[in-house]
Every structure is written in structure tokens, then in C-alpha cells.
């Protein structure tokens, strides 16, 4: 194909606050794994496919798998909660409340508004 760049399954931005190796970072719509530490305007790569246990919101319960997780703007962690939140994928197991952490796959399509931001008249 000509017109095919590259996969972009990893990308580099410029990170918008400094930002830890692991930690989900959003710049504008895309939305990724930090795949190394970085300072505030420096580049760091993201990882915008796969499965990884992230840091959630310690008090929500992931009572089943499937449920659409976002990337809760306020604390940048892993939450169910879609509000004004973008969606970062699904999570693959269970986590209790609380708990810090809980398994998810990356939906590799970011910037698509949720239900709640098309509702709301934010999308």
C-alpha cells in the first residue's frame, strides 16, 4: 500500500505534565501507556494497544468483566464512571473495592466521545 506509514501501536507526543512509566496520559483525543517516565514538554512514547493493569479508582468495584473503562480527566486514573471521561478500552477481570489497580485492554481508537458526552452535547 502507498499511502501506509507505520502501525502506531507506539507513538510519540510531547507529555503534558510529567508523567510516570505505566501511567495513562492523554494529549487532545489520543490517549496512551506511558511507556517510560517523562518531564512536563519532553517526549515520551505511548502505547496505544494492549492489555495492562493500570491504576483505577480505589473505590469502585469492576464487578464483572467487559465493563467500558475510562480515563477520569481529574485524577488521569482508570475509572467506570463516563461522565465528560474518555473511554480507554474494557477491563478483563474482576477488581474488587477497593482496590488499586484492575486489568484492561486499550481500545486503540481514542477520542470518540461516550454516551454520556454525546447526552451531555460535549461530543
Do not use: H
Amino acid at each position: 500500500m502507498k499511502n501506509f506509514i507505520a502501525e502506531s501501536d507506539i507513538v510519540e507526543v510531547t507529555a503534558p505534565a510529567d508523567v510516570a512509566s505505566g501511567d495513562i496520559v492523554a494529549v487532545g483525543g489520543l490517549i496512551g501507556i506511558a511507556v517510560s517516565s517523562a518531564l512536563s514538554g519532553k517526549t515520551v512514547a505511548l502505547k496505544t494497544t494492549g492489555t495492562f493493569e493500570l491504576k483505577k479508582t480505589s473505590n469502585q468495584a469492576w464487578s464483572s468483566a467487559g465493563l467500558t473503562i475510562y480515563r477520569d480527566a481529574s485524577t488521569g486514573l482508570a475509572t467506570t464512571t463516563a461522565s465528560t471521561n474518555p473511554p480507554i478500552g474494557v477491563n478483563l477481570a474482576v477488581a474488587a473495592n477497593p482496590s488499586a489497580t484492575g486489568t484492561v485492554r486499550l481500545n486503540g481508537v481514542f477520542g470518540l466521545p461516550s454516551a454520556a458526552q454525546m447526552a451531555a452535547g460535549d461530543a
